[in-house]
């Protein structure tokens, strides 16, 4: 078993992605959606079986609740 955590910058502000929403997934299968704390972590609660996963982040949301202005479709909606 192995554990996953993940943490995110924001380096247009130079400080965490605080509650950028992301998902942990295996295959199409949703095993976590939430966000990343204050400090801009996720830690994975349960340990993890050998596989393959992926980790999608919803940036364009989160750039959005921080009023920034993105292009119309965004460059990254979802980064995964």
């Known amino acids: ?3 996953l955590s993940t943490h995110v910058l924001d380096t247009t502000l130079g400080a965490p992605a605080t509650g950028l929403a992301l998902r942990l997934l295996a295959g199409d299968t949703v095993l976590y959606s939430v966000e990343t704390d204050a400090g801009g972590r996720w830690r994975c ?4 079986a050998p596989g393959r996963y992926r980790l999608e982040f919803a940036t364009a949301a989160y750039f959005t609740a921080k009023g ?4 119309t479709p965004p460059f990254f909606d979802t980064i995964g």
Do not use: E, F, G
């Open 1 to 3: 078993m192995s554990s």
């Open 45 to 48: 609660p349960t340990d993890l």
């Open 68 to 71: 920034v202005t993105l292009a």
